[in-house]
């Protein structure tokens, strides 16, 4: 976490670093590294830390569920989901979402596509007498295939430009 608050288009040493961080805390935004730590540098190393923490609960939860140290998202149809939903966004130009900047456009894509994924298996997977692991592995087996030859067919029909 430190290397990521040093390293960036400025260099800052550990002493402007803490100068950085105490300055930030205390309010006075005047000092440029308080400025670089504060509003640029801390938001986004603590950002990535919350990130990885939730993709280790998400991976460690995915593996208790299927009762696998090998389970991965793409057994309950997670990656294809979000890669079918980013391929929509691209080769349809974006234009569902108006206002988001491309990459913005495309990472909600493929969120919306892999959250569209789990439902599907989730409700292929339930019963009137509950949801059933081996049930909800096929599913995600099944709408993998599926996300993925849907993905293929854009592929296939879009536009070379």
């Known amino acids: ?3 990521g608050l040093a390293c960036g288009a400025v260099s ?11 300055a930030s805390f ?17 938001p986004r190393v603590l950002l990535a830390a919350l990130m990885g923490a939730i993709l280790g609960m998400s991976g460690a939860a995915t593996q208790g569920l299927f009762r696998n ?3 991965d998202p793409s057994l ?26 491309a990459l913005s456009a495309v990472s909600v894509g ?16 339930t019963s009137s007498s509950g949801t059933s692991v081996a049930t909800m592995l096929l599913a995600g087996i099944a709408i993998t295939a599926l996300a993925g030859a849907l993905g293929s ?3 296939f029909r879009a536009d070379n430009d």
């Not at 309950?76 to 979402?97: C, D, H, P, Q, Y």
């Open 26 to 42: 205390a309010g006075d935004a005047a000092e440029q590294s308080a400025l670089i730590i504060g509003q640029i540098r801390l």
């Open 12 to 22: 800052l040493g550990p002493a402007e670093i803490v100068a950085g961080l105490q």
């Open 1 to 3: 976490m430190l290397l």
């Open 153 to 155: 067919l854009l592929e």
């Open 110 to 125: 493929a969120f919306a596509g892999g959250a569209l994924a789990v439902v599907f298996v989730y409700r292929l997977a």
């Open 69 to 71: 140290p090998l389970a």
């Open 76 to 101: 309950i149809g997670v990656t294809a989901g979000a890669s079918l939903g980013a391929a929509l966004v691209i080769v349809l130009g974006g234009g569902l979402l108006q206002g988001y900047s």
